[in-house]
């Protein structure tokens, strides 16, 4: 399983950027994480094929939509309102998550290569 992340870029806080994530296949859950220099890489958001449910960190809620096309194996992350403390890597990743570990790194099987968003204060 191969997944490709891309949209990341330099921009302005309060901007808005689009990130997307095509897989050649998809499990349970798919999610967008993200790492900045120096700290671990943490949750972001999360879809869970089965429901439909969506799930992000208190950081990005509100700012942040995540949207998938199950017949695409494609993943989007819809970014406004962006934040200084935004900047990082970002992930895409898929497996067969249960809930309970929806929102961590290591219970996902397959990851793309980040792409980088910056934005400047």
């Known amino acids: 399983v191969q997944l490709q992340a891309s949209g990341g870029g330099l921009v302005q806080a309060g901007d808005s950027l689009r990130l997307s994530c095509v897989a050649t296949?998809?499990?349970?859950?798919m999610g967008w994480f993200r790492q900045a220099p120096g700290k671990e890489r943490e949750f972001v958001a999360a879809?869970?094929?089965?429901?439909?449910?969506?799930y992000y960190s208190d950081s990005v809620k509100g700012r942040f939509t995540i949207s998938r096309d199950n017949a695409k194996n494609t993943l989007s992350l819809q970014m406004d309102s962006l934040k200084s403390e935004d900047t990082a890597n970002y992930y895409c990743a898929t497996g067969n998550v249960i809930v309970g570990l929806i929102r961590t790194p290591t219970a996902y099987t397959y990851w793309g290569q980040g792409t980088l968003v910056t934005v400047s204060s």
């Open positions: 296949a998809s499990f349970r859950a």
């Open positions: 879809h869970r094929k089965d429901g439909g449910y969506t």
